[in-house]
T-cell receptor
Framework: AQTVTQSQPEMSVQEAETVTLSCTYDTSESDYYLFWYKQPPSRQMILVIRQEAYKQQNATENRFSVNFQKAAKSFSLKISDSQLGDAAMYFCAHTPGSSNTGKLIFGQGTTLQVKP | NAGVMQNPRHLVRRRGQEARLRCSPMKGHSHVYWYRQLPEEGLKFMVYLQKENIIDESGMPKERFSAEFPKEGPSILRIQQVVRGDSAAYFC???????????????FGEGSRLTVL
């Protein structure tokens, strides 16, 4: 079965500091996508960053970057220069690239608190 | 270009009533997905629809739940004879392609929060 595990229910970071959120997943697929979504108090799911499994280079979007370790099935999110607006729940998600069902599998989420 | 629109944002029902949740995908998107989020949990896939077709309903409870995406109008998630355990946030997402033919990205609405008294 495909699963996504986020082992940190809560994390906190000081404003302007760096924080890393962990995610591991399990899949038998060789081609797939990985995502980090942010869910602020408004509850809308916002895509933060995306990684294609066949790409060795780690994805980067401004202050957000990932550490993708395919052999270890690990996909951590690093937030640099944390801002108050980064406070939210963060979900790691995975979908098989060969599938066309849009069946994203989400982790349990990590609540990030940013301290001023 | 308006995003994915869901309504109502909040819905309160008593046990045994019916709940109808609507979702209008982004313009140009013909693939719609419904997810459910129970309190303190991640989103769980329910169903994937294209216009007039259910493609994958493997995440739908076997009874009381149904979904449709007619040729005209929004997609509707219908829950009959609601029970307290149905209380959750229901999210709709859309994409312009089957996710296997694209980057896999889904565009989510703001969700509909159902409370069953």
């Amino acid at each position: 079965a495909q699963t996504v595990t986020q082992s940190q229910p809560e994390m906190s970071v000081q404003e302007a500091e760096t924080v890393t959120l962990s995610c591991t997943y399990d899949t038998s697929e060789s081609d797939y996508y990985l995502f980090w979504y942010k869910q602020p108090p408004s509850r809308q799911m916002i895509l933060v960053i995306r990684q294609e499994a066949y790409k060795q280079q780690n994805a980067t979007e401004n202050r957000f970057s990932v550490n993708f370790q395919k052999a270890a099935k690990s996909f951590s999110l690093k937030i640099s220069d944390s801002q108050l607006g980064d406070a939210a729940m963060y979900f790691c998600a995975h979908t098989p690239g060969s599938s066309n069902t849009g069946k994203l599998i989400f982790g349990q989420g990590t609540t990030l608190q940013v301290k001023p | 270009n308006a995003g994915v629109m869901q309504n109502p944002r909040h819905l309160v029902r008593r046990r045994g009533q019916e709940a109808r949740l609507r979702c209008s995908p982004m313009k140009g998107h013909s693939h719609v997905y419904w997810y459910r989020q129970l309190p303190e949990e991640g989103l769980k896939f329910m169903v994937y629809l294209q216009k007039e077709n259910i493609i994958d309903e493997s995440g739908m409870p076997k009874e009381r739940f149904s979904a449709e995406f007619p040729k005209e109008g929004p997609s509707i998630l219908r829950i009959q004879q609601v029970v307290r355990g149905d209380s959750a946030a229901y999210f709709c997402a859309s994409s312009p392609y089957p996710t296997g033919e694209s980057s896999g990205e889904l565009f989510f609405g703001e969700g509909s929060r159902l409370t069953v008294l």
